[in-house]
Protein backbone atom coordinates (compact mmCIF):
# COMPACT_ATOMS: atom_id res chain seq x y z
CA UNK A 1 0.00 0.00 0.00
CA UNK A 2 3.15 2.11 0.26
CA UNK A 3 3.32 2.94 -3.48
CA UNK A 4 -0.23 3.65 -3.92
CA UNK A 5 -1.15 6.91 -5.01
CA UNK A 6 -4.70 8.50 -3.60
CA UNK A 7 -6.43 10.92 -5.04
CA UNK A 8 -3.31 10.31 -8.19
CA UNK A 9 -1.46 12.49 -5.91
CA UNK A 10 -0.53 11.48 -2.03
CA UNK A 11 1.52 8.38 -1.30
CA UNK A 12 1.02 6.77 1.69
CA UNK A 13 4.31 5.40 3.49
CA UNK A 14 3.47 4.15 6.87
CA UNK A 15 0.58 4.02 9.32
CA UNK A 16 1.72 6.22 12.22
CA UNK A 17 -1.72 6.29 14.33
CA UNK A 18 -5.11 5.54 14.57
CA UNK A 19 -7.57 8.17 15.87
CA UNK A 20 -11.39 8.14 16.94
CA UNK A 21 -12.55 7.42 13.54
CA UNK A 22 -9.87 6.51 10.94
CA UNK A 23 -5.82 5.64 10.39
CA UNK A 24 -3.20 8.49 10.50
CA UNK A 25 -0.35 7.78 7.58
CA UNK A 26 2.92 9.21 7.22
CA UNK A 27 2.52 10.57 3.52
CA UNK A 28 4.23 12.48 0.77
CA UNK A 29 2.61 14.79 -1.84
CA UNK A 30 4.09 14.23 -5.08
CA UNK A 31 2.87 17.46 -6.48
CA UNK A 32 4.11 20.20 -3.86
CA UNK A 33 6.85 17.57 -3.43
CA UNK A 34 6.49 17.39 0.49
CA UNK A 35 5.86 15.30 3.24
CA UNK A 36 2.05 15.37 4.92
CA UNK A 37 0.09 13.52 7.61
CA UNK A 38 -2.71 11.60 6.23
CA UNK A 39 -6.05 10.82 7.59
CA UNK A 40 -8.44 7.70 6.23
CA UNK A 41 -11.92 7.05 7.14
CA UNK A 42 -13.20 3.88 5.70
CA UNK A 43 -16.76 5.02 4.67
CA UNK A 44 -18.03 1.92 3.13
CA UNK A 45 -18.12 -0.30 6.34
CA UNK A 46 -19.97 2.32 7.69
CA UNK A 47 -23.58 2.30 8.98
CA UNK A 48 -23.96 5.74 9.97
CA UNK A 49 -25.19 7.46 7.43
CA UNK A 50 -23.95 10.75 8.94
CA UNK A 51 -20.57 9.53 8.86
CA UNK A 52 -19.33 11.19 5.40
CA UNK A 53 -21.50 14.13 5.68
CA UNK A 54 -19.60 14.68 9.39
CA UNK A 55 -16.10 13.97 7.93
CA UNK A 56 -16.68 16.32 5.12
CA UNK A 57 -17.31 19.03 7.57
CA UNK A 58 -14.35 18.47 9.97
CA UNK A 59 -12.65 19.02 6.92
CA UNK A 60 -13.83 22.29 6.20
CA UNK A 61 -14.62 23.49 9.83
CA UNK A 62 -10.66 22.53 10.60
CA UNK A 63 -9.70 24.17 7.75
CA UNK A 64 -10.98 26.92 8.19
CA UNK A 65 -9.09 27.59 11.62
CA UNK A 66 -6.03 29.66 12.03
CA UNK A 67 -3.88 29.30 15.27
CA UNK A 68 -0.88 27.47 15.74
CA UNK A 69 -1.80 25.10 18.31
CA UNK A 70 -4.69 23.89 15.99
CA UNK A 71 -3.41 21.21 12.76
CA UNK A 72 -3.37 22.48 9.53
CA UNK A 73 -5.49 20.72 6.90
CA UNK A 74 -4.53 21.41 3.63
CA UNK A 75 -6.45 19.10 1.75
CA UNK A 76 -9.74 17.09 1.99
CA UNK A 77 -11.91 14.65 -0.36
CA UNK A 78 -13.69 11.33 -0.34
CA UNK A 79 -14.53 8.54 -2.98
CA UNK A 80 -17.52 5.88 -2.31
CA UNK A 81 -14.89 4.15 -0.16
CA UNK A 82 -13.74 6.62 1.80
CA UNK A 83 -12.88 10.08 3.05
CA UNK A 84 -9.58 11.67 3.66
CA UNK A 85 -7.80 14.69 5.50
CA UNK A 86 -4.43 16.06 4.09
CA UNK A 87 -2.51 17.50 7.16
CA UNK A 88 0.63 19.32 7.72
CA UNK A 89 3.03 16.63 9.54
CA UNK A 90 4.31 17.15 13.04
CA UNK A 91 7.53 16.04 13.86
CA UNK A 92 6.78 15.02 17.61
CA UNK A 93 5.50 12.62 19.99
CA UNK A 94 2.13 12.85 21.39
CA UNK A 95 2.47 13.90 24.77
CA UNK A 96 1.00 10.44 26.04
CA UNK A 97 3.43 8.84 24.46
CA UNK A 98 5.81 11.60 26.41
CA UNK A 99 4.66 10.87 29.57
CA UNK A 100 4.68 6.92 29.20
CA UNK A 101 8.31 7.76 28.34
CA UNK A 102 9.67 9.91 30.13
CA UNK A 103 7.67 10.55 32.98
CA UNK A 104 5.37 13.36 34.63
CA UNK A 105 6.49 17.55 33.57
CA UNK A 106 7.63 19.96 35.78
CA UNK A 107 4.32 22.60 36.62
CA UNK A 108 6.82 25.12 34.75
CA UNK A 109 7.13 23.12 31.48
CA UNK A 110 3.12 22.18 31.68
CA UNK A 111 1.39 25.76 32.04
CA UNK A 112 3.00 26.80 28.37
CA UNK A 113 2.30 23.88 26.73
CA UNK A 114 -2.00 24.27 28.75
CA UNK A 115 -1.85 27.71 27.30
CA UNK A 116 -0.95 27.18 23.97
CA UNK A 117 -3.71 24.28 23.75
CA UNK A 118 -6.35 26.96 25.50
CA UNK A 119 -5.58 29.04 22.85
CA UNK A 120 -6.64 26.64 20.23
CA UNK A 121 -9.34 25.60 21.65
CA UNK A 122 -10.84 29.12 22.06
CA UNK A 123 -10.22 29.36 18.35
CA UNK A 124 -12.35 26.10 17.88
CA UNK A 125 -15.17 27.08 20.15
CA UNK A 126 -15.21 30.88 18.34
CA UNK A 127 -15.84 29.30 15.08
CA UNK A 128 -18.57 26.75 16.98
CA UNK A 129 -16.81 23.53 17.40
CA UNK A 130 -16.31 21.77 20.32
CA UNK A 131 -13.82 18.93 19.94
CA UNK A 132 -15.21 16.79 22.18
CA UNK A 133 -11.81 14.23 22.71
CA UNK A 134 -9.42 16.38 24.31
CA UNK A 135 -6.94 14.25 25.99
CA UNK A 136 -2.64 13.83 25.61
CA UNK A 137 -2.70 11.52 22.50
CA UNK A 138 -3.93 13.87 20.74
CA UNK A 139 -1.93 17.17 21.91
CA UNK A 140 1.09 16.50 20.02
CA UNK A 141 4.63 18.42 20.19
CA UNK A 142 6.18 20.07 16.70
CA UNK A 143 9.42 21.69 16.52
CA UNK A 144 11.12 23.03 13.42
CA UNK A 145 14.23 21.38 12.55
CA UNK A 146 17.30 22.78 13.32
CA UNK A 147 19.98 24.74 11.00
CA UNK A 148 21.38 21.63 9.73
CA UNK A 149 18.52 20.02 9.35
CA UNK A 150 17.56 17.54 12.69
CA UNK A 151 14.95 18.06 14.84
CA UNK A 152 15.38 18.87 18.52
CA UNK A 153 14.74 16.19 20.83
CA UNK A 154 11.25 16.56 22.43
CA UNK A 155 11.24 13.56 24.69
CA UNK A 156 14.49 14.94 26.44
CA UNK A 157 13.47 18.85 26.34
CA UNK A 158 9.73 18.88 25.83
CA UNK A 159 9.62 22.76 26.56
CA UNK A 160 11.30 23.30 22.94
CA UNK A 161 7.84 22.07 21.61
CA UNK A 162 4.75 23.72 20.44
CA UNK A 163 1.64 21.72 21.47
CA UNK A 164 -0.88 21.26 18.96
CA UNK A 165 -4.51 20.00 18.58
CA UNK A 166 -5.11 16.72 15.93
CA UNK A 167 -7.85 14.56 15.26
CA UNK A 168 -11.00 16.53 15.56
CA UNK A 169 -12.78 13.83 13.91
CA UNK A 170 -15.42 13.23 16.47
CA UNK A 171 -15.74 17.21 16.93
CA UNK A 172 -19.80 18.35 17.59
CA UNK A 173 -20.30 20.68 14.73
CA UNK A 174 -23.31 22.23 14.36
CA UNK A 175 -24.22 23.89 10.83
CA UNK A 176 -26.61 27.01 10.40
CA UNK A 177 -29.28 25.38 10.84
CA UNK A 178 -28.33 23.65 14.29
CA UNK A 179 -28.27 20.52 12.64
CA UNK A 180 -26.10 18.35 15.07
CA UNK A 181 -24.08 15.33 13.22
CA UNK A 182 -23.61 13.24 16.55
CA UNK A 183 -26.33 11.63 17.55
CA UNK A 184 -27.85 12.12 20.98
CA UNK A 185 -27.86 10.09 24.41
CA UNK A 186 -24.50 9.20 23.48
CA UNK A 187 -21.27 9.53 25.42
CA UNK A 188 -18.46 9.68 22.81
CA UNK A 189 -15.14 10.29 23.73
CA UNK A 190 -12.38 9.01 26.35
CA UNK A 191 -13.33 8.12 29.76
CA UNK A 192 -10.91 9.10 31.64
CA UNK A 193 -10.80 12.88 30.11
CA UNK A 194 -14.54 13.58 29.33
CA UNK A 195 -16.55 15.61 31.32
CA UNK A 196 -19.44 15.25 33.51
CA UNK A 197 -22.04 15.92 31.59
CA UNK A 198 -20.58 14.02 28.08
CA UNK A 199 -20.38 10.98 30.62
CA UNK A 200 -24.19 11.47 30.64
CA UNK A 201 -24.80 11.58 27.30
CA UNK A 202 -25.81 15.65 28.10
CA UNK A 203 -25.44 18.44 25.98
CA UNK A 204 -21.99 19.15 25.73
CA UNK A 205 -20.27 22.39 24.83
CA UNK A 206 -17.40 24.37 25.02
CA UNK A 207 -17.13 24.03 28.79
CA UNK A 208 -16.84 20.21 28.30
CA UNK A 209 -13.24 20.60 26.79
CA UNK A 210 -12.37 22.79 29.37
CA UNK A 211 -12.99 20.38 31.99
CA UNK A 212 -10.92 17.69 29.83
CA UNK A 213 -8.09 20.01 29.76
CA UNK A 214 -7.84 20.02 33.55
CA UNK A 215 -7.91 16.21 33.08
CA UNK A 216 -4.62 16.41 30.72
CA UNK A 217 -3.18 19.18 33.23
CA UNK A 218 -3.64 16.24 35.96
CA UNK A 219 -1.57 13.74 33.36
CA UNK A 220 1.01 15.46 32.40
CA UNK A 221 1.87 16.76 36.02
CA UNK A 222 0.95 13.52 38.02
CA UNK A 223 1.35 11.46 34.99
CA UNK A 224 -1.91 10.05 35.43
CA UNK A 225 -5.71 11.38 35.57
CA UNK A 226 -7.87 12.30 38.09
CA UNK A 227 -10.01 9.01 37.97
CA UNK A 228 -8.54 5.34 37.11
CA UNK A 229 -10.71 2.36 37.54
CA UNK A 230 -10.73 -1.22 35.90
CA UNK A 231 -13.39 -0.18 33.32
CA UNK A 232 -14.77 2.68 31.03
CA UNK A 233 -18.36 3.21 33.12
CA UNK A 234 -16.53 2.82 36.29
CA UNK A 235 -14.50 6.19 35.11
CA UNK A 236 -17.81 8.00 33.43
CA UNK A 237 -19.34 7.37 36.90
CA UNK A 238 -16.87 8.42 38.58
CA UNK A 239 -16.40 12.32 36.37
CA UNK A 240 -20.01 12.93 36.75
CA UNK A 241 -20.36 12.38 40.34
CA UNK A 242 -16.80 12.12 42.30
CA UNK A 243 -14.84 14.75 43.33
CA UNK A 244 -10.98 14.57 42.56
CA UNK A 245 -8.22 15.51 45.29
CA UNK A 246 -6.86 18.80 44.36
CA UNK A 247 -4.07 18.53 42.52
CA UNK A 248 -2.17 20.85 45.19
CA UNK A 249 -2.98 18.03 47.53
CA UNK A 250 -0.94 15.40 45.11
CA UNK A 251 1.80 17.60 44.59
CA UNK A 252 2.83 20.17 47.24
CA UNK A 253 5.20 22.17 44.90
CA UNK A 254 1.73 23.38 42.54
CA UNK A 255 0.84 27.16 42.98
CA UNK A 256 -2.23 27.74 45.07
CA UNK A 257 -3.35 30.14 42.13
CA UNK A 258 -2.65 26.90 39.48
CA UNK A 259 -4.59 24.80 42.17
CA UNK A 260 -7.44 27.13 42.31
CA UNK A 261 -7.51 27.73 38.40
CA UNK A 262 -7.88 23.79 37.75
CA UNK A 263 -10.32 23.38 40.80
CA UNK A 264 -12.43 25.70 38.68
CA UNK A 265 -11.65 24.33 35.19
CA UNK A 266 -12.85 20.77 37.02
CA UNK A 267 -16.39 22.07 38.30
CA UNK A 268 -19.17 19.68 37.82
CA UNK A 269 -21.41 22.71 36.52
CA UNK A 270 -20.43 23.43 33.25
CA UNK A 271 -21.36 27.12 34.05
CA UNK A 272 -18.61 27.20 36.63
CA UNK A 273 -16.16 26.98 34.39
CA UNK A 274 -14.18 29.46 32.95
CA UNK A 275 -13.48 29.64 29.29
CA UNK A 276 -10.46 28.70 27.50
CA UNK A 277 -9.48 32.51 26.52
CA UNK A 278 -9.34 32.71 30.44
CA UNK A 279 -7.35 29.57 31.21
CA UNK A 280 -5.03 31.06 28.64
CA UNK A 281 -4.53 34.22 30.55
CA UNK A 282 -4.52 33.08 33.57
CA UNK A 283 -2.09 30.20 32.89
CA UNK A 284 0.14 32.62 31.46
CA UNK A 285 -0.14 34.80 34.68
CA UNK A 286 0.73 32.16 36.94
CA UNK A 287 4.01 31.10 34.87
CA UNK A 288 5.25 34.79 35.30
CA UNK A 289 4.23 35.04 39.05
CA UNK A 290 3.83 31.31 40.65
CA UNK A 291 3.36 33.00 44.02
CA UNK A 292 -0.07 35.22 42.92
CA UNK A 293 -2.66 35.10 44.64
CA UNK A 294 -5.66 32.85 43.17
CA UNK A 295 -7.97 34.71 40.97
CA UNK A 296 -11.19 32.79 42.83
CA UNK A 297 -10.48 31.99 46.36
CA UNK A 298 -9.98 28.15 46.80
CA UNK A 299 -12.71 27.38 49.23
CA UNK A 300 -15.27 28.78 46.07
CA UNK A 301 -13.73 26.97 43.49
CA UNK A 302 -14.43 23.83 45.50
CA UNK A 303 -17.70 24.55 46.09
CA UNK A 304 -18.00 24.82 42.09
CA UNK A 305 -15.90 21.51 41.78
CA UNK A 306 -18.90 19.99 44.07
CA UNK A 307 -21.20 20.84 41.58
CA UNK A 308 -24.01 21.59 42.10
CA UNK A 309 -26.31 22.56 45.31
CA UNK A 310 -28.70 20.74 46.82
CA UNK A 311 -31.74 21.36 44.88
CA UNK A 312 -29.20 21.11 41.68
CA UNK A 313 -28.44 17.56 43.08
CA UNK A 314 -32.15 16.00 43.52
CA UNK A 315 -32.99 17.29 39.64
CA UNK A 316 -30.06 15.64 38.37
CA UNK A 317 -29.36 12.49 40.79
CA UNK A 318 -27.85 12.28 43.61
CA UNK A 319 -24.33 10.56 43.50
CA UNK A 320 -24.32 7.11 44.76
CA UNK A 321 -20.73 5.77 46.47
CA UNK A 322 -18.00 5.30 44.53
CA UNK A 323 -18.27 1.84 42.59
CA UNK A 324 -15.67 -0.75 43.95
CA UNK A 325 -13.58 -0.53 40.52
CA UNK A 326 -12.92 3.57 40.67
CA UNK A 327 -9.83 4.44 42.41
CA UNK A 328 -9.91 8.44 43.32
CA UNK A 329 -6.16 9.38 43.58
CA UNK A 330 -5.25 10.74 47.24
CA UNK A 331 -2.59 12.06 48.92
CA UNK A 332 -1.05 8.80 49.76
CA UNK A 333 -0.47 7.59 46.48
CA UNK A 334 3.45 8.17 45.23
CA UNK A 335 5.66 7.48 42.32
CA UNK A 336 4.97 7.52 39.14
CA UNK A 337 1.71 5.51 37.50
CA UNK A 338 2.08 6.19 33.51
CA UNK A 339 3.56 2.99 33.30
CA UNK A 340 -0.08 1.41 33.02
CA UNK A 341 -1.71 -1.78 31.52
CA UNK A 342 -3.68 -1.04 28.70
CA UNK A 343 -6.91 -1.65 30.31
CA UNK A 344 -6.12 1.83 32.40
CA UNK A 345 -4.10 3.58 29.51
CA UNK A 346 -5.46 7.59 30.01
CA UNK A 347 -4.34 7.38 26.65
CA UNK A 348 -6.82 4.32 25.39
CA UNK A 349 -9.13 4.17 22.30
CA UNK A 350 -11.93 6.78 22.25
CA UNK A 351 -15.30 5.29 21.48
CA UNK A 352 -18.76 5.78 22.32
CA UNK A 353 -20.19 4.86 26.48
CA UNK A 354 -22.95 4.25 27.94
CA UNK A 355 -24.13 7.54 29.09
CA UNK A 356 -24.31 6.99 33.21
CA UNK A 357 -27.50 7.42 34.98
CA UNK A 358 -29.29 10.73 34.84
CA UNK A 359 -32.29 9.38 36.59
CA UNK A 360 -31.46 8.74 39.65
CA UNK A 361 -33.94 9.40 42.85
CA UNK A 362 -32.55 9.97 46.58
CA UNK A 363 -33.98 7.04 48.03
CA UNK A 364 -36.82 6.10 49.79
CA UNK A 365 -35.34 6.44 53.62
CA UNK A 366 -33.78 9.29 52.92
CA UNK A 367 -37.43 10.85 51.78
CA UNK A 368 -39.25 9.17 54.68
CA UNK A 369 -36.66 10.61 57.14
CA UNK A 370 -37.01 14.14 56.09
CA UNK A 371 -40.70 13.61 56.19
CA UNK A 372 -40.89 12.01 59.49
CA UNK A 373 -38.19 14.96 60.71
CA UNK A 374 -40.81 17.74 59.17
CA UNK A 375 -44.11 16.22 60.39
CA UNK A 376 -42.51 15.69 63.92
CA UNK A 377 -41.59 19.64 64.18
CA UNK A 378 -45.14 20.60 63.08
CA UNK A 379 -46.56 18.24 65.55
CA UNK A 380 -44.90 19.47 68.93
CA UNK A 381 -45.49 22.93 67.76
CA UNK A 382 -48.92 22.45 67.13
CA UNK A 383 -49.52 20.77 70.77
CA UNK A 384 -47.28 23.42 72.57
CA UNK A 385 -49.56 26.24 70.66
CA UNK A 386 -52.44 24.18 72.32
CA UNK A 387 -51.30 24.03 75.88
CA UNK A 388 -50.82 27.39 76.13
CA UNK A 389 -54.61 28.30 74.73
CA UNK A 390 -55.66 26.25 77.40
CA UNK A 391 -54.05 27.68 79.87
CA UNK A 392 -54.38 31.23 78.78
CA UNK A 393 -58.68 29.81 78.52
CA UNK A 394 -58.61 28.48 81.79
CA UNK A 395 -57.32 31.75 83.15
CA UNK A 396 -59.55 34.15 81.82
CA UNK A 397 -62.82 31.91 81.90
CA UNK A 398 -62.03 32.04 85.56
CA UNK A 399 -62.01 36.09 86.10
CA UNK A 400 -65.10 36.15 84.03
CA UNK A 401 -66.84 33.85 85.28
CA UNK A 402 -66.26 34.49 89.61
CA UNK A 403 -67.44 32.49 92.11
CA UNK A 404 -70.92 32.73 93.11
CA UNK A 405 -71.50 34.63 96.95
CA UNK A 406 -73.90 32.54 98.68
CA UNK A 407 -77.20 34.61 100.25
CA UNK A 408 -77.14 35.48 103.96
CA UNK A 409 -80.12 35.61 105.79
CA UNK A 410 -80.06 38.03 108.80
CA UNK A 411 -82.46 37.84 111.93
CA UNK A 412 -83.32 40.43 114.44
CA UNK A 413 -85.84 40.16 117.19
CA UNK A 414 -87.91 43.62 118.26
CA UNK A 415 -86.60 44.90 121.60
CA UNK A 416 -87.27 47.52 124.07
CA UNK A 417 -83.78 47.45 125.25
CA UNK A 418 -81.55 50.49 123.28
CA UNK A 419 -78.61 47.99 124.36
CA UNK A 420 -79.51 44.33 123.09
CA UNK A 421 -79.11 43.27 119.53
CA UNK A 422 -81.20 41.42 117.53
CA UNK A 423 -78.52 39.12 115.95
CA UNK A 424 -74.94 39.46 115.76
CA UNK A 425 -72.97 41.35 113.19
CA UNK A 426 -72.09 39.06 110.65
CA UNK A 427 -68.49 40.01 109.84
CA UNK A 428 -68.13 38.52 106.30
CA UNK A 429 -70.46 36.83 103.36
CA UNK A 430 -67.35 35.68 101.71
CA UNK A 431 -66.88 31.53 101.39
CA UNK A 432 -63.43 31.04 102.33
CA UNK A 433 -60.99 32.08 100.18
CA UNK A 434 -59.84 28.68 98.57
CA UNK A 435 -63.06 28.29 97.06
CA UNK A 436 -62.10 31.34 94.56
CA UNK A 437 -59.37 31.68 92.39
CA UNK A 438 -55.91 32.66 93.10
CA UNK A 439 -56.38 35.65 91.55
CA UNK A 440 -60.02 36.50 92.49
CA UNK A 441 -60.06 37.93 95.68
CA UNK A 442 -63.48 39.16 97.63
CA UNK A 443 -63.34 41.64 100.63
CA UNK A 444 -65.79 40.84 103.57
CA UNK A 445 -69.10 42.16 103.54
CA UNK A 446 -70.39 43.98 106.92
CA UNK A 447 -73.95 44.64 107.99
CA UNK A 448 -75.79 47.95 109.05
CA UNK A 449 -74.82 48.91 112.78
CA UNK A 450 -77.08 47.53 115.68
CA UNK A 451 -79.90 50.25 116.17
CA UNK A 452 -81.86 50.41 119.17
CA UNK A 453 -85.14 49.33 117.69
CA UNK A 454 -84.65 46.44 115.69
CA UNK A 455 -86.54 46.41 112.07
CA UNK A 456 -88.52 43.06 110.56
CA UNK A 457 -86.31 40.00 109.39
CA UNK A 458 -84.79 41.13 106.04
CA UNK A 459 -83.36 38.53 103.25
CA UNK A 460 -80.60 39.63 101.23
CA UNK A 461 -80.54 39.40 97.77
CA UNK A 462 -79.00 36.98 96.11
CA UNK A 463 -75.89 38.21 94.07
CA UNK A 464 -75.42 37.87 90.42
CA UNK A 465 -72.12 38.49 88.60
CA UNK A 466 -73.65 41.09 85.84
CA UNK A 467 -76.23 43.31 87.66
CA UNK A 468 -76.28 45.41 90.89
CA UNK A 469 -78.56 43.51 93.40
CA UNK A 470 -81.36 46.48 93.96
CA UNK A 471 -80.96 48.19 97.21
CA UNK A 472 -83.49 46.86 100.14
CA UNK A 473 -84.62 49.49 102.05
CA UNK A 474 -86.06 48.75 105.64
CA UNK A 475 -89.53 49.57 106.29
CA UNK A 476 -90.34 52.23 108.78
CA UNK A 477 -90.31 51.19 112.57
CA UNK A 478 -91.21 52.33 115.44
CA UNK A 479 -88.98 54.81 117.02
CA UNK A 480 -88.08 54.85 120.55
CA UNK A 481 -85.85 57.64 120.24
CA UNK A 482 -85.57 60.79 117.24
CA UNK A 483 -82.71 59.73 114.91
CA UNK A 484 -83.61 58.08 111.75
CA UNK A 485 -82.86 54.55 111.03
CA UNK A 486 -79.91 54.30 108.57
CA UNK A 487 -80.17 52.82 104.98
CA UNK A 488 -78.73 49.53 103.93
CA UNK A 489 -77.04 49.34 100.60
CA UNK A 490 -75.57 45.62 99.66
CA UNK A 491 -73.51 45.87 96.53
CA UNK A 492 -71.04 43.49 94.50
CA UNK A 493 -68.45 46.31 92.73
CA UNK A 494 -65.86 44.56 94.28
CA UNK A 495 -65.48 46.65 97.18
CA UNK A 496 -67.85 45.08 99.38
CA UNK A 497 -68.62 47.91 101.89
CA UNK A 498 -71.53 48.88 102.99
CA UNK A 499 -72.35 53.07 102.94
CA UNK A 500 -74.23 54.47 105.95
Same mark, same amino acid.
Not at 463 to 469: A, D, E, G, L, N
Given at each position: ????????? =????????????????????????????????????????????????????????? @??? $????? @???????????????????? /???? $????????????????? @?????????????????????????????????????????????????????????????????????????? /? #???????????????? #??????????? =??????????????????????????????????????????????????????? *???????????????????????????? #????????????????????????????????????? =??? /??????????????????????????????????????????????????????????????????????????????????? *??????????????????????????????????????????????? /??????????????????????????????
Amino acid at each position: MESELLAGR =YQLVAQIGEGATGRVWRGFDTLLERAVAIKIVDLAGSTDPAMAERFRREGIAIAGLS @DDA $IVKVW @DTGADDRRGWLVMELLSGPN /TSKL $IKERGPLSHEVAMPMLA @DVSDGLQAAHDAGITHRDVKPANIVLDAPAEADGTLPDLMAHPELGRPVLVDFGIARLVDEAGKQLTRPATAIG /T #AAYMSPEQARGMEVGP #ASDVYSLACVA =YHLILGRPPFLADSSIAVAHAQAFDTPVPLGELSPDIPPALDTLITRMLAKDAAA *RPTAREVAHELRAIAANPKMSPTVPLDA #AATALMGATAETQLLSGEPGPPTADTRVLSPTQTGPT =YAQ /TASTDPGGQTGAVAPVGTDQEPSSDQEGNRATRHWGRWLVGLLIVALAAALVYSWTAASRNPVTIPTVTLTATATTSPTTTSA *RPTTTVAPPTTIAPPTTTFPPTTTAPPTTTAPPTTTAPPTTTTTQPP /TTTAPPTTATTSQPRPTSTDTDDGGGEVSP
